[in-house]
């Protein structure tokens, strides 16, 4: 299955897609948008373009596992992007994912402008590679 990541942001949204055996996610770049219909109308045909059959979404969860107001939104954002491409949305808790990807761009000397927006991608791969590790190690639970 085509799985496509999205890190979701005001100005600029990640995406990373996985190939049809769910063995490796990739950067599949970053979507600039300065308005949340904007966002929504250019992630919408990103995931078609990709062949999406499943969207997950990044879910800034507070670090004590509450839900904030950002986190609402990214729900938000995740329900009306199903219902505007008939793709089904899942969220995946990203705690820490901008962290790690503003570590390995430090470990790789990446910087300046080229940063933000690597940022938003790595962190998409990120959400992806850990929802994708999360399936399977639920498969092999039976679960």
Do not use: Q
């Not at 979404?57 to 509450?66: A, F, I, Q, R, S």
């Not at 901008?98 to 927006?117: F, P, Y």
């Amino acid at each position: 299955m085509i799985i496509v990541g999205l890190d979701f942001g005001d100005a600029r949204t990640g995406v990373a897609v996985c190939d049809k055996y769910e063995m490796m996610a990739s950067d599949a770049g970053c979507i600039y948008a300065d308005t949340y219909k904007k966002a929504l109308a250019a992630c919408a045909e990103r995931v078609r373009e990709l062949g999406a059959e499943l969207i997950v979404v990044g879910n800034p969860v507070n670090m004590d596992g509450t839900s904030g107001w950002r986190s609402d939104k990214c729900k938000a954002f995740a329900r009306e992007l199903s219902e505007l491409t008939g793709i089904p949305s899942e969220m995946y808790d990203e705690r820490l994912t901008t962290v790690s990807a503003h570590k390995i761009l430090n470990e790789n000397n990446v910087r300046g402008k080229k940063r933000k927006a690597t940022v938003d991608a790595l962190s998409a791969r990120l959400i992806l590679e850990d929802f994708l590790t999360a399936k399977k190690r639920r498969a092999e639970m039976g679960i």
